[in-house]
């Protein structure tokens, strides 16, 4: 029999206790995949509105709660503008309305006719609408295929009629999901004259970005730019607050799954005292003692990530259905949250294992053999 | 028909014939152990020699330190004063867990087996550590469970076992490093008379193929008449020391302290 077989078979004996406190880890590795995902899908979704225009940067108001809610004036345009080195500077409004109950998150991307090729809009059929057209909308392709609509098709959105000029594609999940329309027309419609919600920035080539990205930010203190998804923190609190919220999550997952395997350890070193002064009779070394009680607990751990894993994949498939997040949400499963899983599963059964295991290891043979 | 001999007849590490006078295989010097804070005067200096391939059975009543003399002796607790040296070696240094695995064997009277590994499984738990490869150990604990006629009983777990195979299964364990000297504390001490029979005989007949050292406590008289010598104690020390008789004359003290 090999070390490993008997570890499995010391598991495997104790059934329902050893399920318990893999369900107890289930339950925590569940938690930290299932925000984990949740916080790394919601931060894609909304690095895909920054990355929608194909620039090279973003410009938007910084330290706002919700990247949605940055507001540029026509004169930061205007400024943002002015800076050597730059190709094109479009500025968007981003509005977000709810079409249906099938799609709670409808986005609208108002900007001029004449910016849509710099912003990277390719139209696939139709024409483009006219610069101060009220009842002209172009959707992008893949939200033309889940509305079932096409060019000459009328459509309401957030109580306003239009009629659909054009089907588009950007290049991208989140803008060939989205719908395009006169910048004029959605100010109004939004009530925010003279108003943008982003600057998408091309440069020419060889330009220094970073170097125009800090003086952009140097000159005007209200403003950040984005390039990376680390930048990100700076123009959206709300997933800053959310990924601070995984962190904690992570830590009390970690802490509650280390307690649940330190009460099984105790039980068990307890109970099995007598069996460690047999071993360690037999001639079996402190060290190889403790390397079955942790190797126990690595094993129950790591089942029960298993289990946690599955778990937190289902619970996203869930969550994926709830109408609010019905187009907010498109699950990325990245594989640093498997492998912060596992890391918390190794952490859980070494944390919560380690001290009683060298409490039975360090027992005296004829004590533990004297333990009843 | 030809019998291959047994495995432990191979073993050669000692030459019983030889005649030159070789160290012991256990020696005490003046051993003393007390317990909860001196209270307890468990050994009371005990000084004795056992020699090597010599099969010794200690005797005396409960409480008179002859299962705590043992438990010195085998390294699994440490003496309050005193010499003890094992195979020439004196237990006050360190390393007894490599001492526990390679010279001496346990058997304990409770048997001690882990109740939910089959026969095969709890030989082969105590040659971890030992060096030898997953096969060659598996090889050698099925090689002990039919010297001690388990082979057929290989995947059974201790609860599905008699006490006297129980206690065989505990003597293949207690092999299964090839240890110079075996110490049993009241092997026979659970079993009826004929599953006793039957480990004694087992015991002898590994004594003499062998040769290795036995050191058996025990309150049995016929079991410990099977010794080479019998030692006596009573309150923590070796009162009597004498060869054993195979129907042990009456010894006074001895016999009343039996029937208590």
């Known amino acids: 029999m090999s070390f490993a077989a008997l570890i499995a078979r010391n598991v495997f004996t104790r059934k329902l206790r050893s399920s318990l406190t893999g369900f107890a880890v289930a339950i925590g590795i569940m938690t930290v995949v299932a925000l984990g995902v949740l916080t790394h899908s919601l931060r894609q979704t909304a690095i895909s509105v920054l990355r929608t225009g194909q620039a090279d940067f973003t410009v938007a108001q910084k330290g706002v709660s919700d990247v949605l809610y940055s507001a540029l004036d026509d004169s930061q345009v205007a400024t943002i503008r002015s800076y050597p080195g730059e190709e094109s500077v479009v500025g968007v409004l981003i509005a977000a309305v709810k079409l249906d109950a099938n799609h709670p998150f409808f986005l609208e991307l108002g900007m001029p006719p004449d910016q849509l090729a710099p912003f990277g809009v390719q139209v696939l059929s139709g024409t483009v609408y006219d610069a101060n057209a009220t009842d002209q909308i172009m959707l992008g392709y893949r939200a033309a295929n889940d509305l079932h609509k096409t060019v000459g098709d009328p459509i309401t959105v957030d109580t306003a009629d239009f009629h659909i000029v054009g089907i588009y594609s950007v290049g991208n999940i989140f803008g060939d999901s989205a719908s395009m329309l006169p910048l004029t027309t959605l100010q109004g419609l939004e009530r925010k004259p003279g108003s943008v919600t982003l600057a998408f920035v091309k440069v020419k080539p060889g330009t220094d970005i970073p170097a125009l990205r800090a003086k952009i930010e140097k000159d005007n203190p209200a403003l950040a730019t984005v390039r990376s998804e680390s930048d990100f923190g700076r123009v959206d609190r709300n997933l800053g607050l959310l990924s601070a919220a995984n962190v904690a999550t992570t830590i009390l997952a970690l802490v509650i799954g280390a307690i649940g395997v330190m009460n099984t350890t105790v039980m068990s070193v307890f109970e099995r005292t007598r069996e460690f002064g047999v071993l360690r009779a037999v001639g079996w070394t402190r060290a190889r003692l403790v390397g079955l009680v942790v190797g126990e607990a690595v094993l129950i751990s790591l089942a029960g990530a298993a289990v946690g894993l599955a778990m937190g994949y289902v619970a996203i498939r869930l969550i994926e259905r709830v109408p609010e997040v019905v187009g907010v949400l498109q699950p990325d499963y990245p594989v640093s949250i498997f492998g912060r899983a596992l890391g918390i599963a190794f952490g859980m059964a070494f944390i919560g294992a380690i001290y009683h295991a060298l409490r039975a290891a360090l027992l005296e043979p004829m004590d533990a053999l004297r333990h009843e | 028909m030809h019998c291959a001999p047994p495995f432990w007849s191979q073993w050669t590490r000692y030459d019983m014939s030889e ?242």
């Open chain 2, 19 to 260: 005649a030159a006078p070789s160290p012991p295989a256990i020696r005490t010097i003046d051993v003393v152990k007390v317990f909860d804070g001196g209270l307890v005067r468990a050994l009371d200096g005990v000084t004795m020699t056992v020699g090597r391939g010599e099969f010794v059975a200690v005797m005396g009543p409960s409480g008179s330190g002859k299962s705590t003399l043992l438990h010195l002796v085998a390294a699994l607790d440490v003496p309050t004063s005193g010499t003890i040296i094992v195979s020439g070696r004196d237990l006050r240094s360190a390393g007894n867990e490599r001492f526990r695995r390679t010279e001496v064997g346990l058997v304990f009277q409770l048997h001690n087996l882990l109740p939910h590994l089959n026969a095969l499984e709890n030989v082969e738990i105590a040659m971890f550590s030992n060096g030898l490869r997953y096969a060659q150990q598996r090889e050698r604990a099925r090689e002990l469970l039919e010297a001690v006629g388990l082979a057929a009983k290989e995947k059974m777990t201790p609860p599905r076992l008699s006490g006297g195979e129980r206690q065989r299964l505990a003597i293949a364990r207690a092999l299964a490093n090839r240890p110079s000297i075996i110490l049993a504390d009241e092997p026979t001490g659970s079993l009826d008379s004929t599953a006793a029979d039957r480990i004694l005989a087992l015991v002898r007949r590994i004594r003499e193929e062998r040769g290795v050292t036995i050191m058996l406590v025990t309150h049995d008289l016929h079991v410990a008449g099977a010794a080479d010598r019998i030692m006596y104690m009573r309150d923590g020390r070796i009162v009597e020391d004498g060869a054993a008789a195979p129907h042990p004359p009456d010894r006074g003290g001895v016999a009343q302290d039996m029937r208590e």
